[in-house]
């Protein structure tokens, strides 16, 4: 007995011990998965999803930073969400000589606590840029459901100086304890946790919390205070408007390169060349785009063609006309009256 236990420590446990640990060194600490074609590759959720299964798909994660449609940097990843990507690409973008933006605008796929506070400084005391980033619920949060919603606790009461909420049956929501919570990428959060006093009786449980003893919030202050600045920065007139260009900035060239360039797959295997193929289509789009300002009019031209265009609309509006006239006309409806009755 002991001997097939020991043989199958041996023949079985001890190789599959090796083979997991080999495994999880090419994974590295950053990703759950890879590809075994390319063990650079991370199995990631794709746009294109012809099956309709929302099939993972080994591939890269490209973060890129552009100015005027022009692709200033990128940086190659491994790690299949935006959120944990800004830090690490806004860290190599630091150790290059290019100058550091006044500004950091990014869609809400990169609005997290930490995100923010990196941006901010908060981490090693220096700020990074200032952001115009919204958070995953920012949208969400101006519609008037959410803001009419009587059981989210943003929406409830509350008494700074007894540091409690009223909740919507008027009873009191009191701080309990501190929480600390650590995230997916690792980084640790602080809760304060408020409980209600009593929900025993209450007859709006069931709409209230799906918890069996009293209703808990969560109350993360320093995100709330963080997406309290994100939110001012967005809701201002100007900065909206320089936030909007970000549709037409970077989407654009994402667009460009997938759509016009029909760039959807990488041809080289492995982070390093995938790094390189990709410097080489994003100089290509740079080099696309001069050439395009190179050929693009001047003023003089584009108003006489504007001057020629006016004369062939003149020309073509007498053409449609003539055509028009000379269409033969239709004959006159007879009308015979019988009995009162026009038939
Ligand atoms: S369930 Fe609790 S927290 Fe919710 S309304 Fe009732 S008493 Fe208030």
């Known amino acids: 007995m002991i001997r097939r236990k020991l043989k199958s420590v041996r023949d079985d446990f001890i190789p599959r011990k090796e083979k997991y640990a080999a495994q999880l060194e090419v994974c590295g600490e950053d990703r759950n998965s890879y590809s075994k074609t390319d063990p650079d590759a991370t199995f990631m959720r794709m746009k294109e999803d012809h099956m309709k299964n929302g099939q993972l798909k080994p591939g890269y994660n490209i973060q890129m930073a552009t100015e005027n449609q022009f692709v200033l940097f990128y940086s190659v990843h491994q790690r299949p969400t935006d959120t944990r990507c800004l830090i690490p690409h806004m860290e190599a973008y630091r150790e290059t000589a290019l100058p550091m933006p006044k500004r950091i605008v990014a869609d809400a796929g990169y609005g997290s606590e ?153 041809h080289l295997r492995g982070l390093d060349k995938v790094h390189l193929e990709f410097g080489i289509l994003a100089l290509a789009h740079n080099f696309l785009k001069v050439a395009g300002i190179l050929r693009m009019p001047s003023a003089k031209h584009i108003q006489n063609k504007r001057k020629e265009a006016k004369n062939d609309l003149f020309f073509a509006y007498f053409i449609i006309l003539g055509t028009y006239r000379t269409a033969p006309s239709k004959p006159k409806r007879k009308t015979f009256r019988r009995a009162g009755r026009f038939i």
């Open 114 to 266: 930490e995100n923010y506070l990196y941006l901010l400084g908060e981490e090693d005391g220096e700020a990074v840029a200032d952001f115009l980033i919204p958070y995953n619920t920012y949208l969400k949060e101006q519609s008037r459901s959410y803001k009419k919603n009587a059981y989210n606790a943003k929406n409830w009461a509350y008494h700074e100086e007894d540091d409690l909420f009223v909740c919507p049956n008027g009873r009191k929501v009191r701080f309990k304890k501190y929480m600390k919570k650590k995230n997916a990428s690792g980084f640790v959060q602080d809760f304060k946790i408020y409980e209600c006093e009593d929900c025993s009786d209450c007859p709006l449980k069931a709409l209230c919390t799906k918890a069996k003893g009293n209703r808990q919030v969560h109350w993360n202050p320093i995100y709330e205070e963080l997406k309290a600045k994100a939110r001012k920065a967005l809701d201002d007139e100007t900065l909206k408007q320089i936030y909007a260009l970000r549709k037409i900035e970077v989407e654009t060239v994402f667009g460009n390169l997938k759509g016009n360039l029909a760039f959807r797959r990488f």
